[in-house]
């Protein structure tokens, strides 16, 4: 797990992972709206020692419920996120593909709800208001 401050580092595929059939790839993006009202940005605040270690036992978890998953791995942007940029990037490899999205969605899950990273989302004319994810997301699988 890796928090960053800035732009996201590009995405290298590990071709050497022979075993795992799946590479999973999320990009979480700001998008131009939240919850209807159009923003410039999204700030993430966070509790730095609290989120990594935090983020940390969320991927070990994942790794002991989730057979088949042999590697989870997460960046997750602080600080102001600009519209169109990624600010989380999880990459989960798996034997097959099932597990590994089962995984994902789980880790997402727990890391919205677990994790100590606050969003605030920032309007055109300096407005600050929070953001938070309280939709329900019916069609992925739920295996909590």
């Known amino acids: 797990m890796t928090l960053v401050y800035g732009p996201l580092p590009p995405f290298e595929p590990k071709d050497d992972r022979l075993d795992d059939g799946a590479e999973l790839l999320f990009h979480g993006r700001v998008r131009q709206t939240e919850h209807g009202r159009p923003i410039v940005a999204l700030d993430y605040e966070h509790y730095p020692e609290m989120a990594e270690r935090e983020l940390d036992r969320l991927v070990e978890r994942a790794l002991t419920r989730f057979d088949g998953v042999s590697a989870l791995r997460c960046w997750h942007r602080v600080g102001e996120v600009p519209v169109g940029e990624a600010s989380l990037r999880v990459v989960v490899w798996s034997a097959h593909r099932a597990e590994g999205f089962s995984c994902l969605a789980w880790f997402i899950d727990r890391l919205k709800?677990?994790?100590?990273?606050?969003?605030?989302?920032?309007?055109?004319?300096?407005?600050?208001?929070?953001?938070?994810?309280?939709?329900?997301?019916?069609?992925?699988?739920?295996?909590?």
């Open 113 to 144: 709800r677990d994790v100590p990273i606050w969003k605030w989302a920032l309007t055109a004319d300096g407005e600050r208001f929070p953001s938070r994810c309280d939709h329900e997301h019916a069609a992925l699988p739920r295996v909590l």
